[in-house]
């Protein structure tokens, strides 16, 4: 949590000598004070990543300024860069269907400021959360979804995520499989939250093949949608330990804490640009 | 998870030979059906513990029956016993101060039946929640606690839990040091979540003292209240990684999604009837 | 740990009243002293597990007598029974390739008696460990596994293991894939540790697999063999978490503890006989 | 793990501008290739904190030289400043008394290269493991310690470790407390593991008071040994769950576990220069 203003900075690039010098050396002839600083080098993929916090008011300009003087750089490295300002706050689209726990849990977390978000709207196929919804003075977009109307559907969906000037979508146990052309057009802009430890039991009713299988853990995973069902970039799991007198019904109810907090913890790292893509990888800086 | 109604015996007596075959017996012979059933001999206090849940509709007879008929028993073997109906919802009073994560937890299990409890009521020593609380129809009393008035505030939440007919107190993450009257009054019948894994860091701001100590994890403690202050039985704990660049808020943060996880693991147990009190430790067959 | 002798009784059979009463009246008749019992209804098979582990000279008569008393209880309720005594090791014969993590854990466990068993023999397919393990006075056989020879080599394997008169087969990271004849001969008899968290990566490189696809956590199973690869009834298995930042090499070192310690912890349950088949799945009363 | 030869690089000092850019600029300008680097500012004791790798072949110069011509960076940045070369291994002396799951487990380590060490000797204050030890070709001392010789025995420990040329002395369940003289001697060059979640349970008998506490999960620190005992800087730490079924003596059989895996985590982040003390904190850069 950081009380004070910031800018971050986040950049990946082909690995080479010289990168952190040429920028920390741009950041201290502005007196830039850093706050926090990761790197990682891909050997795997010959690229570097890092991500860069710096107290805002150290720098003698503002957040338009400090992208123009840093596109130079970006351009010599080859640098796939982004600088945000932690006072403009993300909006963060909520899709729901009829399990409230990720909802709730999500909501407490924004009435608390624990995550630092706007939530423009909550949308849903179901109408069961309106009044909670709105309780909260946060707008509620019902949207069904047939097997007919899908592609109206998905369209009705996009435009109110436009309207509501959406930076990310989040899939909070949203029952509905979105259409190719809705993940598509937000790469790495939407969020899910899978009840399994991907990549085991891909696809539906998860706990159930879990239980078949006879696992002695469950897991959840948070990943970026792609147009192939439970394929994306992971952002954030986690296990929980079960046993032989645990019924489907129990592995739904103890999967129900970890996906909530696997979800809210992908979600901050989200919001607080701590994601980098690899490939259908993820860089997460913690 | 139980769709089924069913009736649970729970007791302790000291250990012996035929405890098992005596209330095996007892039951088969009423044809009773056993779902689930648990056994803890405890070498230390040489002490008996079993918890049986049997199908209400496999058995002849009903609550009254069940527990007249089963009295002998529980003499001959001077148990400690007691038995429940799932149809009778245990009634869970809360109390709450200005931290919402733990109360929307809660009130999310509630609404969604994964905890089967009624919520006859909140209390908190502050107004913030009212429209929260009201806004799921359940009543809300705000009953200020300041030096001057302990005496006369605690005498409030007593009369408002019995009017309540409250089975148990639930402190979620209530900011008060409840009067060891109050403590004594309901022996393993208030439950705390606090703040750190016990005993380490008692008292006040334990995160701080955490952070002091340079530890690489924290934790939370379900325990119940005792008069004296963080030292009753333990119900529930667990822990979470931390690491250097982690600050005191932080650690609240982290420390704020093991609280209400480990509150609600705890006060399932509880309303249950899986814990078992052995003296200052506890007996859970989860 | 139970410094005493014990005799463990267990059984699963077709679930039904009066199973219990049964079996604790017999014990009790015979005053026998109860350690510890535990019992699952599963509700999917219908059928009723127990186990019960009772002080041996609490009964009046020896191993043979009790088993020749028991049988007309398992034939009544048609159970598959198995009463054991602690005071007769189990006798584990471990084969192991070229790393010698598993290896290592396994004698000193064996050593400092925390795994009460005998190892009447090492066997392995590469000669690396012959003076490691004959230092401890444990006979090792060098058995070469290649594309030619395997026919003749799984029979040696299994010459020595019935030689050895073993009661359990343990691959500490074996890499060889036992023939299908070998697997069935030796059902529940042949434990395995799987370098992944099953169902996920299945077959070869699975650390390989799990980096390739950015999971943010490795695992690894231990299971009873069965003809069909890596598909065999699950009895253990754990994570632990990896970041961004760790390579193969750094995943392949952080799996080796756990799979050393999932291999051990499997290895206690089973020769302790706390693990029971159901199906392809496993009852492990812990 | 690293195959290619690579210098480390750590420093402390007090927090400013420009310190990455100061140091990643003599590093380029150099021609040296980063591997891996982590930074820490800590705004408690307004500190900062790094650690570079840099892979030895990129730069023109030898250890030597680097040391040489970085020497008036860290003099002008006051910090408090080390060069490790990853061909020079660490001498690591093990000391032990009657338990052999760390030794055991170090030797494993140590045998597969896992860990990058040299033992150049085993002392012990009992004679039990010197066969063992030296069947892996390393020296073993016997250094009986009792009421009376304490002085006797800490001077020729102190001897051993010099004559060995010593980096860090491991306390593997070495069952004496050192003088504060010979702690004094190493400051963050002894290491120690402690069988419990300290703070909790300083002293004697960990177990045996987490039982009596009734605690859900026991632990293990891995601490840097000062003259006040287990309140040394914490390297790593862990837990593991229990139950009230289980005995002191099963909580020393999980806990040893816990010990050797954290021991182990421990040793490595020392040896691999990714812990710097921040008073009594440590910064574990992973």
Redesign the interface.
């Known amino acids: 949590?950081h009380p004070q203003r910031r800018y971050t900075l986040t950049a990946a690039c082909p690995d080479r000598?010289?990168i952190?010098?040429?920028v920390?050396?741009f950041?201290?002839?502005n007196?830039?004070?850093?706050?926090?600083?990761?790197?990682?080098?891909?050997?795997d993929t010959e690229h570097y990543f890092m991500r860069i916090e710096i107290k805002a008011d150290?720098l003698p300009f503002d957040l338009t300024e400090f992208r123009r003087r840093f596109r130079p750089i970006a351009d010599e490295f080859a640098m796939d860069s982004r600088i945000t300002d932690s006072a403009v706050k993300k909006r963060v689209v909520v899709l729901v269907s009829k399990?409230?726990?990720c909802l709730?849990?999500l909501?407490?977390?924004w009435?608390?400021k624990?995550l630092e978000i706007d939530i423009p709207c909550v949308i849903s196929n179901h109408n069961d959360f309106r009044?909670?919804v709105e309780?909260h003075g946060i707008p509620f977009h019902h949207v069904p979804v047939t097997a007919e109307n899908k592609s109206a559907a998905y369209a009705e969906v996009t435009r109110l995520f436009e309207e509501a000037q959406g930076d990310v979508m989040v899939l909070a146990r949203y029952m509905q499989v979105l259409s190719p052309d809705l993940c598509a057009r937000y790469p790495g802009r939407i969020i899910n939250i899978h009840h399994s430890?991907?990549?085991?039991?891909v696809g539906a009713k998860p706990y159930h093949q879990a239980y078949?299988?006879?696992?002695?853990?469950i897991?959840a995973t948070c990943h970026y949608v792609t147009a192939e069902l439970d394929a994306g970039?992971?952002?954030?799991?986690?296990?929980v330990?079960i046993?032989?007198?645990d019924?489907v019904?129990?592995l739904v109810?103890y999967g129900?804490?970890i996906e909530k907090?696997v979800l809210?913890r992908g979600l901050r790292y989200h919001v607080e640009d701590r994601v980098l893509l690899?490939g259908?990888?993820?860089?997460?800086f913690?």
Chains 1, 2, 3, 4 share one sequence.
């Open positions: 949590m000598v010289g952190v010098a040429r920390a050396t950041i201290a002839d007196r830039g004070w850093i706050l926090e600083t990761s790197h990682h080098a891909d050997s150290s399990q409230e726990h709730y849990d909501l407490a977390r009435q608390s624990e009044g909670f309780w430890f991907l990549p085991s039991f078949q299988r006879g696992v002695k853990l897991g970039p992971i952002i954030e799991q986690d296990t330990r046993d032989h007198g019924t019904e129990d109810r129900k804490d907090a809210a690899n259908n990888r993820t860089v997460v913690r």
